[in-house]
T-cell receptor
Framework: GEDVEQSLFLSVREGDSSVINCTYT??????LYWYKQEPGAGLQLLTY?????DMKQDQRLTVLLNKKDKHLSLRIADTQTGDSAIYFC??????????FGTGTQLKVEL | GAGVSQTPSNKVTEKGKYVELRCDPI?????LYWYRQSLGQGPEFLIY????????DSGLPNDRFFAVRPEGSVSTLKIQRTERGDSAVYLC?????????????FGEGSRLTVL
C-alpha cells in the first residue's frame, strides 16, 4: 500500500512563504492532494495536482510534484495567521481510497 | 444538507460497551468513506462504500468494527465491545465516485472516548 511521510512541524513569520514537504511511495496515484485541518474542524481540500503535471498554481498556493523522487510540496505565499493549521498530503495509490500523511502543523507567528 | 453531517459529535462510553456512529453524506454522493484519526496522526482508512455495498473494508481493524449503508445514503459505523484503544475521532467523507478528481468532502467527525 501507499506510505506517505511529512515533517511534523513548521513555524514561519507572518508574510513569509511556507513550504510543506511530502514524500510518497506509490507512483500510481492519478492525483495527489493537499488537505487542511483547522482545530476542531473536518478536513478541507486545498488543492490537488494531476500526476502528469509538475506544477500547479492556485492564488497563494503552489504545488510542485517531482515524480522521479516521489516528492510533493505545497508553497503558501504571504503566509497569514489564518493559515495556521495542520496540512495533510494524500494520494490514492491507484485505488479509490486516500492514504494520508501524518500531517504537518504550520504555526504562523506575528 | 449542505455538507457531510456526523452524529454524535462527542461520545464517551465505558470499555466493553457498544457504540454506533452515524454519517449523513452530501445528497447525491454515491461514495462514502470512514476514516479514523488518532491524536497526532493522519486519518487512517477504515471502509469505503459504493452505493449500498462495501467496496473495500480492508481498513477495519478487527471483527468488532462493522459498517452499513442500507439505502445507499446514511451510513452507520458500529463498534462492539469497545476498548480504550478505540478512542479516536471517526471521520466520514463522501464524494461523487464518477468525478475524476476523486475529491472527498469530510464531516467534522465523531470524537469517541472509551474510559
Amino acid at each position: 500500500g501507499e506510505d506517505v511521510e511529512q515533517s511534523l512541524f513548521l513555524s514561519v513569520r507572518e508574510g513569509d512563504s511556507s513550504v510543506i514537504n511530502c514524500t510518497y511511495t506509490d507512483s500510481s496515484s492519478t492525483y495527489l492532494y493537499w488537505y487542511k485541518q483547522e482545530p476542531g474542524a473536518g478536513l478541507q481540500l486545498l488543492t490537488y495536482i494531476f500526476s502528469n503535471m509538475d506544477m500547479k498554481q492556485d492564488q497563494r498556493l503552489t504545488v510542485l510534484l517531482n515524480k522521479k523522487d516521489k516528492h510533493l510540496s505545497l508553497r503558501i505565499a504571504d503566509t497569514q495567521t489564518g493559515d495556521s493549521a495542520i496540512y495533510f498530503c494524500a494520494g490514492t495509490g491507484g485505488g479509490n481510497k486516500l492514504t494520508f500523511g501524518t500531517g504537518t502543523q504550520l504555526k504562523v507567528e506575528l | 444538507g449542505a455538507g457531510v453531517s456526523q452524529t454524535p459529535s462527542n461520545k464517551v462510553t465505558e470499555k466493553g460497551k457498544y457504540v454506533e456512529l452515524r454519517c449523513d453524506p452530501i445528497s447525491g454522493h454515491t461514495a462514502l468513506y470512514w476514516y479514523r484519526q488518532s491524536l497526532g496522526q493522519g486519518p487512517e482508512f477504515l471502509i469505503y462504500f459504493q452505493g449500498t455495498g462495501a467496496a473495500d473494508d480492508s481498513g477495519l481493524p478487527n471483527d468488532r468494527f462493522f459498517a452499513v449503508r442500507p439505502e445507499g445514503s446514511v451510513s452507520t459505523l458500529k463498534i462492539q465491545r469497545t476498548e480504550r484503544g478505540d478512542s479516536a475521532v471517526y471521520l466520514c467523507a463522501s464524494s461523487y465516485a464518477e468525478r475524476n478528481t476523486g475529491e472527498l468532502f469530510f464531516g467534522e467527525g465523531s470524537r469517541l472516548t472509551v474510559l
